[in-house]
């Protein structure tokens, strides 16, 4: 049973434009969303989170939107950078659980 | 900064072999994880460790077992490789309330 969903596993974005990354979820008793970036050869690192409790939450060129009642999230990044090639995992947990739940991952290739 | 150091970035064993991964974090993390990553399967959690030498089944534990003797290191044991077992592997760590994990660089194994 996949609780976290990402339904798109690769995306192509020109360099400069936006890139959107989505992320469905089953369960109403997540709390907290992350988003990690991979690249090939290294671990996943943290890039991005919201709380339940925002609709939104923004760091730089990256932005997290939270639809709860649709339980959707995504990952808005602009403008995008050939560096911002790489595959994104979409991340839930219940605060207080230990155990994170992964999305299957998008790989996001930025063209230039 | 948080480091998670995976003894091995690339193995190749046998079928039947036992094989040990091993993972040192020098955070005092209480928590420790272990995933593999497989294309369009995500990360998936085979076994966590909230604490020395207490254990949780993840969603994938068959075919593994775990050891945690120190908090600082943790061990993913494959009894006997089999080759469906060829995987990514990636560890991690996080403070005991869960939320940001920190990876290790993962470990490519290949079973022959």
């Known amino acids: 049973d996949q609780q976290v969903k990402q339904n798109s596993p690769s995306l192509s974005v020109q360099e400069g434009r936006i890139s959107i990354l989505n992320c469905d979820y089953t369960?109403?008793?997540?709390?907290?969303f992350l988003w990690y970036k991979k690249y090939p050869a290294e671990g996943p690192t943290f890039l991005i989170s919201?709380?339940?409790?925002?609709d939104k939450n923004e760091d730089g060129r990256f932005t997290v939107f939270l639809n709860k009642s649709a339980k959707h999230l995504s990952l808005h990044i602009v403008p995008s950078q050939p560096g911002d090639s790489a595959v994104y995992f979409c991340a839930a947990i219940i605060q207080g659980a230990q155990k994170l739940v992964f999305g299957q991952g998008t790989r996001l290739t930025i063209n230039p | 900064d948080v480091k998670v150091t995976q003894s091995s970035r690339y193995l190749v064993k046998r079928t039947g072999e036992k094989v040990f991964l091993e993972c040192v974090q020098d955070m005092d993390h209480e928590n420790m994880f272990w995933y593999r990553q497989d294309p369009g399967l995500g990360l998936r959690l085979i076994y966590f460790?909230?604490?020395?030498?207490?254990?949780e089944k993840g969603d994938i534990p068959e075919g593994y077992s775990v050891s945690r003797e120190k908090k600082e290191r943790f061990s993913l044991i494959l009894e006997s490789a089999s080759t469906n077992q060829t995987s990514m592997y990636l560890c991690?760590?996080?403070?005991?309330?869960?939320?940001?994990?920190?990876f290790g660089n993962g470990t490519r194994l290949t079973v022959t």
């Open positions: 460790s909230y604490d020395v030498k207490m254990k």
């Open positions: 919201i709380s339940s409790i925002k």
């Open positions: 369960n109403s008793m997540f709390d907290y």
């Open positions: 991690a760590s996080s403070f005991w309330d869960g939320g940001t994990l920190h």
